[in-house]
């Protein structure tokens, strides 16, 4: 198989249901978003030496991947055997919680905003979490356009906690780095 098909040439490309759109189409814009996020936290994984963190991190690519494939399947027409891969739901959302508490129990409390930055896996988790913030406004504008069918609601959740937890493990990979917070 070529990595070029060229079947995107006029600008239009193919969803899951068969259906062909623009490439500027907000659904396919919604999972390009949820794309540039997963190759940003590819990037914060290369960049980190924690293990745990990066573990971490390679789940939410795989969720991520699975979030995409939701949002290019507008009939919600997704074969059985990819649909198993693909889903993503409550016990996902719980685990991101879990590992929010768990990583925020060895960080000390916050008292003033945080300025972006640090050691360079605690940086690109930083721009992770902005870009996750712009891949969930993203999916909002899209259910907003196409209504409550746009795509299943523990999408949006995971993602909204997914920022948060983003948040979370910048700051304890700068302090797993020995770099100090700077204060706002």
């Not at 390009?32 to 914060?44: I, K, M, R, S, T």
């Not at 930083?126 to 870009?131: C, G, K, L, Q």
Request: with cysteine; glycine share 8%; proline share 4%.
């Amino acid at each position: 198989m070529k990595i070029y098909t060229r079947t995107g040439d006029s600008g239009e490309t193919g969803l899951f249901d068969g259906s062909r759109v623009v490439k500027s189409d907000s659904r396919v814009a919604t999972y390009g978003e949820v794309d540039e996020l997963n190759a940003w936290l590819g990037f914060a994984r290369a960049s980190l030496p924690d293990e745990p963190l990066r573990a971490m991190i390679e789940q939410i690519q795989r969720d991520l991947f699975a979030i995409g494939a939701r949002l290019a399947d507008p009939a919600h027409r997704i074969a059985e055997r990819v649909a198993k891969a693909a889903a993503v739901g409550d016990a996902d959302i719980a685990r991101l919680e879990q590992w929010i508490d768990a990583l925020e129990a060895d960080l000390p409390p916050l008292r003033k905003f945080i300025l972006a930055g640090g050691s360079t896996g605690g940086a690109a988790l930083h721009v992770a979490r902005t870009v996750c913030r712009r891949a969930e406004r993203a999916m909002v504008a899209l259910q907003q356009a196409l209504g409550e069918s746009a795509f299943e609601p523990p999408l949006l959740v995971y993602v909204n906690r997914l920022s948060d937890l983003l948040f979370t493990m910048a700051r304890a990979a700068n302090q797993r780095s020995g770099v100090a917070e700077i204060e706002w």
